[in-house]
């Protein structure tokens, strides 16, 4: 069992930056993908950022050139750099991670709160 565990969430206003983390129970050599996703209230649950095969990234529009993602792997972390912060970030921030071998296996964390508010 895989355990993702996200922090560095809070109340930020807006223009400003907010870094999440979430730290995997194994090696994150072992998956075939891992990024975040955030859901608001009322909302689906929608893809953030995500690294995809090898150090490839996939960013949802909204975030480009705003939202940077990266990885540790000596200390089996992804994190988000969030930066000009909008209100319509606000949502809570699941980390994700998936493995295909043996079987298609996908992971997340409990989520991490981010308001973004004056």
């Known amino acids: 069992q895989v355990q993702l565990v996200e922090s560095g969430g809070g109340l930020v206003q807006p223009g400003g930056s907010l870094t999440l983390s979430c730290a995997a129970s194994r090696s994150i050599f072992s998956f075939n993908g891992m990024g975040w996703y955030r859901q608001a209230p009322g909302k689906e649950r929608e893809l953030v950022a995500e690294?995809?095969?090898?150090?490839?990234?996939n960013y949802a529009d909204s975030v480009k050139g705003r939202f940077y993602i990266s990885r540790d792997n000596a200390k089996n972390t992804v994190s988000l750099q969030m930066n000009s912060l909008k209100p319509e970030d606000t949502a809570v921030y699941y980390c994700k991670a998936k493995v295909l071998v043996p079987i298609l296996r996908v992971y997340w964390g409990q989520g991490t709160q981010v308001t973004v508010s004056s």
């Open positions: 690294f995809t095969s090898g150090s490839n990234t």
